[in-house]
């Protein structure tokens, strides 16, 4: 049974650029999440998806967006990079229930922008 | 939005020596997670505990919903227990699944 998988592990751009971030579920789940986490820090929510609708987002511009695909995978696409984007992204798996269901992480994107 | 703090924020061990480490939030919660982070950024769930108590091995966690903290035991520590553990909590009123909010974390270190 896989696990939350995540994809590339490491990328470097460089400011102004855009980069696309994927992740593919646990077996069973259909609700994404993804989070941002900045060195020394927790990590912070960014949005959640469900039924490829965007269901709840935190506090991120909107040069971060998103998309899940009919097979429940999730792509995270940042617009004109900034330097304070370089961080760890998560993507988080869970079952989308009317109760709330333990969240899977998945390894993590590192993402430096120069 | 709803706070989240951990403490102590850095703890430093001997091999075998037991540890608490705690979570405070600010609101009532449908979701809170236990993790461990290793060296690698990998989140590893140690316990799902919105209330109550459970026990996996040398790790036990209980959660005082009513009095909005929850608790993590480490026993016998060992030094692959090292790495920064997280308390993150949920709210929602259903529909979707629950945003965590996670708190700053508790670096532990133990020395062999």
């Known amino acids: 049974d896989a696990g939350v998988t995540q994809s590339p592990t490491h990328l470097i751009k460089t400011r102004g650029q855009q980069v696309t971030l994927r992740c593919s579920p646990k077996s069973g789940h259909d609700t994404v999440s993804w989070y941002q986490q900045a060195l020394g820090q927790g990590p912070q929510f960014i949005f959640q998806y469900y039924e490829e609708e965007e269901r709840q987002r935190g506090n991120f511009p909107d040069r971060f967006s998103g998309h899940q695909y009919p097979n429940y995978s999730s792509e995270l696409n940042v617009n004109a990079l900034l330097l304070g984007d370089s961080a760890l992204y998560l993507c988080a798996s869970s079952l989308g229930t009317w109760r709330a269901e333990t969240q899977y992480f998945g390894p993590g994107t590192r993402l430096l922008v120069l | 939005g709803i706070q989240v703090e951990q403490s102590p924020p850095d703890l430093i061990l001997q091999e075998g020596a037991n540890s608490t480490l705690r979570c405070n939030f600010s609101d009532s919660v449908n979701n809170l997670q236990w993790f461990h982070q290793n060296p690698w950024g990998q989140l590893i769930n140690l316990f799902y505990?919105?209330?109550g108590t459970k026990q996996n091995g040398r790790l036990s966690a209980t959660t005082v919903a009513t009095e909005r903290y929850s608790l993590l035991y480490i026993s016998s520590s060992q030094t692959t227990d090292s790495g920064v553990y997280f308390c993150?909590?949920?709210?929602?009123?259903?529909?979707?699944?629950?945003?965590?909010?996670f708190g700053k974390g508790t670096l532990l270190t133990v020395n062999p």
């Open positions: 505990i919105p209330s």
């Open positions: 993150a909590v949920g709210v929602g009123s259903g529909g979707s699944n629950y945003k965590l909010t």
